[in-house]
């Protein structure tokens, strides 16, 4: 099974700073990496999906950008409203469609 | 709109079982694979099972093969999730979770709000 690892685990940033999250997979997943944004208490929501693609309505201050095994997830300018934990997630070939640990994003 | 809702959770014994139901609405159902993920309280996302548009693959996660059991009825517009030897460790929140489709890189798009499973004596 394909394992993802992301990191940091936690980060606290400043509202207005550049932040950024990285994801590894263990073995190459080509672009097949999705990103999701959970806000406590509530549903995760899809925010990028194939690496680099922003979903509709999804603010341009949010990017993806990696192939292979190395992908990074970069808030441009954070914003208060933007605290939240962001997993990504693999989705190469079959099944199990594995998740990253989580990144709990805070503010300072 | 394009909703998810689940319903059947709630408070069971180790070993007994449960079935959770997810009524889709707003879109064309039987033309989306769905999948179950599920979230322990204060843990991540564990992708448990998926189900393909027409019902003619399932998978599962390891944690759950042989004991859970994913189906669709495409004329009713529902998802199942028959859960049988519960466990302590299946304790989670349960999201029933639409794919999109190669046209978004098979991600998670739409998302029920949850129905919270709890295993214990």
Redesign the interface.
């Known amino acids: ?1 394909i394992q993802m690892t992301q990191s940091p685990s936690s980060l606290s940033a400043s509202v207005g700073d550049r932040v950024t999250i990285t994801c590894q997979a263990s073995q190459d997943i080509s ?2 990496l ?1 990103w ?1 944004q ?1 806000k406590p208490g509530k ?4 925010l990028i ?2 690496a680099s ?1 922003l ?1 509709t309505g999804v603010p341009s201050r949010f990017s993806g950008s990696g192939s292979g095994t190395d992908f990074t997830f970069t808030i441009s300018s954070l914003q208060p409203e933007d605290i939240a ?1 962001y ?1 990504c ?1 693999q ?1 190469d070939n ?9 990144t709990k994003l805070e503010i300072k | 709109q394009v909703q998810l809702v689940e319903s059947g959770g709630g408070v069971v014994q180790p070993g007994r079982s449960l079935r959770l139901s997810c009524a889709a609405s707003g879109f064309t159902f039987s033309s989306y694979g769905m ?1 179950w993920v599920r979230q322990a309280p204060g843990k ?4 448990v099972a ?1 189900i393909w548009y027409d019902g003619s693959n399932k ?4 944690s759950v093969k042989g004991r859970f059991t994913i189906s669709r009825d495409n004329s009713k517009n529902t998802l199942y999730l028959q859960m049988n030897s519960l466990r302590a460790e299946d304790t989670a929140v349960y ?1 029933c979770v639409r794919n ?1 489709g190669g046209d ?11 129905t919270m499973v709890t295993v214990s004596s």
């Open positions: 099974d672009n097949y999705n999701y959970q549903a995760p929501k899809f999906y194939d693609n979903e934990t997993y997630q989705y079959l099944p199990p469609y594995t998740f990253g640990q989580g | 999948h991540g996302l564990e992708w998926v998978y599962y996660a390891d999201y999109c978004c890189g098979y991600a998670f798009d739409i998302w029920g709000q949850g």
